[in-house]
């Protein structure tokens, strides 16, 4: 499988979204997109950031996202909501399904899921990852910073990457137009944030139940202070995972980290 570099098009992007008017800032190489839009404190939102390559690319628990030049997406959204950062509960879930529907990974049928709360797999190994950082205003609205990180030509990685993983050029042998996907995932984007703006992460519950790549399986997570073993039944219209603990009980939960699965 031939390797080869092809830049993004800030114009060829901007013209593929349209009408959407979200404007763009394309950048060769930066720390992070995330860090930089979280920092921009002043810049009219919504805008959008795109790296060909970070040196510092984070994920969830400040986990080192690899980002080489010209293989991925690497996007930062930096969007503002009318409600309490309360009152966002499930955004990652509704960012999540975002991404299985622009990416069009219902092709690959049961092969492609979603994992609680920020992940996208196909064949149990990681395709895309999702970041959040909600930050309340003087008003009512909440600053929101919406990253994601997108494996599309990627076919070797940092060997100290301690997770499986697989990239859209893996999966279909062939080489991607990162900038056709970007424009797909901005525009499913821009209509979803006013779908749960308006309606909450409730009215994508039942499409998040098709793709629960947990539903069923036994599971340590790591909550707080503690780790917490139970068997995943699924999460609720607030996009909180729903733990059966080994009492019977129930229990959900906001915050975690699945440190394992079972099947």
Avoid at 113 to 141: H, M, R, T, Y
Avoid at 166 to 174: A, D, I, Q, V
Avoid at 192 to 221: T, V
Wanted: glycine share 6%; proline share 4%.
């Amino acid at each position: 499988m031939p390797d080869s570099n092809i830049l993004l098009v800030q114009d060829e992007i901007i013209t593929s979204m349209a009408p959407l008017p979200w404007p763009i800032t394309l950048y060769q190489t930066i720390d992070s997109t995330h860090r930089r839009m979280s920092a921009s404190k002043t810049l009219t939102l919504p805008h959008v950031f795109l790296a060909e390559e970070q040196s510092e690319g984070c994920g969830q628990q400040d986990r080192h996202w690899h980002s080489p030049f010209a293989k991925n997406i690497y996007l930062s959204l930096g969007y503002t909501f009318q409600k309490k950062p309360s009152e966002l509960s499930g955004l990652s879930l509704a960012i999540g399904l975002t991404l299985f529907e622009a990416l069009d990974l219902g092709r690959f049928g049961g092969r492609a899921q979603l994992k609680w709360p920020n992940d996208v797999w196909v064949d149990q190994k990681k395709l895309a990852g999702i970041l959040i950082d909600l930050e309340k205003e003087k008003s009512l609205n909440c600053r929101a910073v919406i990253s994601m990180g997108v494996n599309i030509n990627l076919i070797t990685a940092d060997p100290k990457l301690d997770q499986p993983w697989t990239s859209l050029r893996l999966l279909t042998g062939e080489e991607q137009n990162r900038n056709i996907w970007v424009a797909k995932i901005l525009k499913v984007l821009h209509r979803n944030l006013l779908q749960f703006e308006e309606q909450s992460f409730q009215s994508f519950l039942s499409q998040w139940q098709e793709h629960d790549a947990l539903f069923g399986q036994a599971i340590q997570l790591g909550n707080l202070n503690e780790d917490i073993q139970g068997v995943v039944m699924g999460v609720n219209e607030q996009g909180h995972l729903k733990l059966k603990l080994k009492d019977g009980s129930l229990k959900t939960f906001s915050a975690g980290k699945v440190i394992y699965t079972r099947r």
